[in-house]
């Protein structure tokens, strides 16, 4: 018996001493940025470090989006690899890394889904000095919430205790201003002008101008002048799932694919086919499923039945029937899908190029893990990207 206690002793003696030299960690970095959100945490992540890099500061940074990253001072980036699914433990070691290379500031994407993991990753493993939100959208519903308010409350479980809170997201702006005053932190302290259409057009990609801004107001916040933060915000490598334009000239034939997979909650999507709908040529809807996502497929194919009109809509990945049966019970016509599941990325560029006469629009979403990375490194290899002066 007495083996059994010292051995307990023992294992919680070592997780003490681990939890203390964590704390120690974090106290070593004194700007510590943790970006949670539904929508746009990757790009924010990485619109904020390049800022803080410009003013000088030695910044690291990690990302979880659509190929998770760590973002050294220098720029230079390294694939997160992982044996088994994401967990938050990975940021542990992550903060050492950091403090070894003497890392001034860290720009954290909350990894947690789960509103009560989202409260452990921010109060016991991250502690952050500058919380940062982008938006409140309907993903992750069950786990998150069933209404877009509980999913507000949820996000909000990353708000820090007596530090800095930014936000762009007004419909809920309450439950978070409320959070704010309960933690005693200070909510939006200090806001700058909105990026100008001129300074957006400098972006070699499609960004969002709530993005920049919400970057923006936490450089700012930092001291660090507008014109260094941009100018570094212009110049950074984006994350691989946002929004890219990529034009293909092949046999006479001009395709212009529009790489959605990232942005797969119904709102996002919205947002981006309002940009796209009124463009005069033939549009085909590409849609990326996965086995494991039947309820997002459900929710797309009601979506693109009824709000996303087009010529022809392809489907591919995992049991497609998900979003084929939720399509059709919402009006769409059966003539109109084309089932691609188990077809190679080359019989759906072929099928896409077939279907185009001289010129269209591929629109595809969905989700970006696994397949969706394949067709798009595809159609990446044929094209040359369009800068975002080119009108979506």
């Given amino acids: 018996m007495s083996f059994i206690v010292v051995l307990l002793f023992l294992f ?7 939890y203390l030299y964590h704390i120690l960690t974090l106290k070593s970095i004194p700007i510590r940025i943790h970006v949670n959100g539904s929508r746009g945490k990757s790009s924010v992540t990485r619109l904020i470090t390049a800022g803080l890099r410009a003013s000088g500061k030695r910044v690291i940074a990690k990302t979880t989006g659509s190929a998770p ?13 992982r044996r088994g699914k994401p967990n938050v433990k990975e940021l542990v070691p992550f903060f050492r890394i950091a403090k070894r290379r003497k890392a001034e500031a860290v720009v954290v994407e909350c990894m947690a889904i789960l509103p009560e993991l989202q409260k452990i990753t921010e109060r016991t493993i991250v502690q952050s000095t500058i919380g940062v939100l982008t938006n409140v959208r309907p993903d992750h519903i069950g786990e998150m919430g069933n209404t877009l308010k509980e999913i507000a409350v ?14 762009t997201e007004d419909r809920y702006f309450d439950i978070f201003k409320q959070k704010t005053k309960r933690l005693q932190t200070q909510c939006n302290p200090i806001e700058t002008a909105a990026p100008t259409d001129e300074e957006m057009m400098r972006f070699p990609y499609v960004e969002h101008k709530e993005n920049v801004a919400l970057a923006l107001n936490v450089c700012k916040y930092l001291g660090i002048e507008r014109a260094a933060a941009l100018e570094g915000m212009h110049n950074a490598e984006p994350d691989i799932g946002v929004l890219r334009i990529h034009r293909i000239e092949e046999d006479g034939k001009l395709i212009e694919f529009i790489n959605a997979f990232s942005a797969n909650d119904p709102e996002s999507l919205r947002l981006i086919w309002k940009r796209i709908k009124t463009r005069p040529e033939k549009k085909i809807v590409l849609i990326n499923t996965r086995s494991d996502r039947i309820a997002r497929s459900k929710q797309l194919g009601k979506l693109v039945a009824t709000e996303i009109e087009a010529s022809h809509y392809l489907v591919t990945g995992g049991f497609v029937k998900a979003f084929i049966r939720s399509a059709e019970a919402a009006g769409l016509e059966k003539e109109k899908i084309t089932n691609l599941e188990g077809k190679s990325v080359e019989t759906i560029y072929k ?19 696994n397949f969706g990375w394949e067709i798009t490194n595809y159609f990446m290899e044929r094209a040359e990207e369009i800068a975002y002066s080119i009108e979506v």
């Fill in 12 to 18: 919680i003696a070592a997780g003490s001493f681990e």
């Fill in 69 to 81: 990253r760590i973002i050294y001072e220098d720029g230079s980036e390294e694939p997160i690899s």
């Fill in 154 to 167: 949820s996000l909000s479980e990353t708000v820090p205790k007596k530090a800095v809170f930014f936000t």
């Fill in 351 to 369: 099928t896409i190029k077939d279907s185009i006469e001289r010129k269209g629009i591929v629109f595809a979403m969905g989700n970006f893990v």
